[in-house]
């Protein structure tokens, strides 16, 4: 796989040596239980996959090669560039000004852009509307557009969809920004609609089985279908696409779950006329990380640390799984862990942040998961980390266990 050339200070060296260990020894990936770093009297189970995936690296490396080849320059990101806060603000420390926050709220008005100034389009992609407007004011959207490969690829899926006139329900939160470039593409080619679980799944569904009054769809689904969209006679091909960073065991719930109402409403003996099971289209990264979280649920940890932005749909998911069985803190970075006794950390269910007090357990040895999602830097686990140690005297030293792993 291709390298990019990002800062130095993303970078960490104990990060890429547990890393490169797991390369050499397990190079076709098969192996998804964690890598424990025992520094003695605390260790770490570091997950087999996390960090910076390969859209993150490459619009990361765009961005910042941006910034040096225009110094005389405005340079604008249509939002945050991935959904890490150390990231987005070293863009903007570079001088980069964003024009829109991650919901799509305007920060700067599209009529202060003139033909001269730089315009990066995120990792998330962007919608034709927005292309188009930028377009139309001579800024050449390609030169720096960030779009990740995976996300390009639901687009094409979405497009083939689209020639065998189906309806593609995407997956994916009505709000992110990713999911708003994937339904402005997909709608395009065929009507559109966009779930966000399973329970607004149940909802789409009493259309297509008669539960409900055509006349509700309008308003419980405003803003969430393409124009025009008939819910008596756009419900009868369906296909389903995801946001890419979603919980894969959640899209195949909504997959199977369409898939038995159309058997129902049907038959099995002509269901290959009404729906049909499309390929995944989560990216590899949101495939290895949630893999790799399963294979720390098997651990014996404590505890479990998650790094990340709190409107990072892919580190949200690492949460929601190691939920499942372990007291789970959400940081956006080390400066949430106050000192031994107490933790800042984002409640995710409830969307809110709290604090915790004697989060580390009094034991001869804790055992701390460490994970991070696709768009944290390893440094910022890394610092994660050291502030742990830093409240256990007598710890081996990172140097130590860099050796030990090379």
Avoid at 262 to 275: C, G, R, S, T, V
Avoid at 292 to 315: C, F, H, K, P, Q
Wanted: proline share 4%; hydrophobic share 35%.
């Amino acid at each position: 796989m291709k390298t990019f050339d990002i800062p130095e200070f993303y970078r960490s060296p104990v990060i890429t040596a547990i890393k490169n260990n797991r390369k050499v020894n397990d190079p076709r990936k098969k192996d998804f239980s964690p890598t424990l770093i025992d520094f003695g009297p605390v260790a770490f189970y570091i997950a087999r996959h996390f960090g910076f995936c390969y859209g993150v690296e490459n619009a990361i490396e765009i961005s910042f090669k941006a910034v040096a080849e225009n110094p005389n320059k405005n340079i604008y990101l249509l939002s945050q560039m991935i959904h890490n806060p150390e990231v987005n603000k070293d863009l903007e420390e570079a001088g980069v000004k964003f024009l829109q926050d991650t919901y799509g709220q305007q920060l700067i008005p599209f009529d202060n852009i003139t033909k001269e100034d730089v315009v990066l389009i995120p990792a998330f992609g962007t919608t034709l509307e927005i292309e188009k407007l930028l377009t139309e004011k001579g800024i050449e959207i390609q030169k720096y557009n960030t779009t990740c490969p995976f996300v390009e690829r639901v687009w094409k899926r979405a497009e083939q969809i689209g020639k065998e006139e189906c309806t593609i329900i995407i997956h994916g939160k009505n709000n992110h920004e990713e999911t708003r470039a994937t339904f402005s593409h997909s709608k395009q080619y065929s009507k559109a609609i966009v779930v966000k679980d399973l329970e607004e799944s149940k909802k789409l569904a009493a259309y297509i089985t008669g539960a409900k009054d055509m006349s509700l769809f309008a308003e419980e689904f405003k803003g969430k279908c393409s124009d025009g969209f008939n819910p008596a006679t756009d419900l009868q091909r369906l296909r389903v696409i995801n946001q890419t960073t979603i919980l894969a065991t959640e899209t195949q719930k909504i997959a199977d779950f369409f898939k038995q109402i159309m058997i129902n409403k049907y038959d099995e003996a002509d269901l290959k006329n009404h729906f049909a099971d499309t390929r995944d289209t989560l990216c590899y990264a949101t495939n290895e990380n949630q893999d790799a979280t399963y294979g720390l649920l098997e651990s014996d940890a404590d505890l479990a640390i998650v790094v990340g932005g709190y409107n990072s749909s892919n580190t949200s998911h690492l949460v929601e799984l190691l939920e499942r069985k372990f007291h789970t803190y959400f940081i956006s970075s080390e400066k949430e862990i106050k000192d031994k006794t107490e933790i800042h950390h984002f409640d995710y269910p409830n969307h809110k942040n709290v604090h915790t007090n004697n989060f580390i357990p009094q034991k001869e040895k804790v055992k701390i998961i460490l994970t991070s999602g696709a768009s944290c830097p390893d440094a910022e686990v890394e610092k994660v980390m050291n502030k742990v140690l830093s409240f256990f005297p007598g710890s081996k030293s990172v140097d130590e266990i860099i050796s030990q792993l090379n």
